[in-house]
């Protein structure tokens, strides 16, 4: 499947999933949907178990900063580890938060304070489950069995 097929597949599922989520906890919408929308979204078009290719669409939105990603796609060849279950999703992330957060340390900058978001639950939770949804919708499409690594 194309990056395009993948990308509106993807984003028709995380739209419908999102609107369950209302029906299903009307007390936490819209804010609970969005959130996990917004983390869906953020999954399918930049973060796609994909950017471990230089040409694919995900590679191309983070334009001339699509070079960050070179180290992530020399340690992780396309449909390698990038595409597993549970180590895919989460080596794109701590690989984006990771530098921001050194380089915080090493200017001296307390990243407590930063942090804090990520650690509010009612909003990492949500987002975080919209992330993941992308990811492994990515996966189902391409037919990839469950692993680990």
Known sequence: MDGRAHERLTLFHLAWTGLALSALMPDHAPQVSLLYMAGGAVGTLYLSPDIDLPDSRASKRWGFLSLLWEPYRALHPHRGASHSWV???????????????????????????????????KVSVPVLAGYLFSQWAHLVQDGVEFRVF
């Open 87 to 121: 180590y895919g999703p989460l080596s794109r992330l701590l690989y984006l938060l990771f530098p921001p957060f050194v380089l915080l340390l090493v200017l001296g900058v307390d990243p407590a304070p930063l942090l804090a978001p990520l650690l509010d639950l």
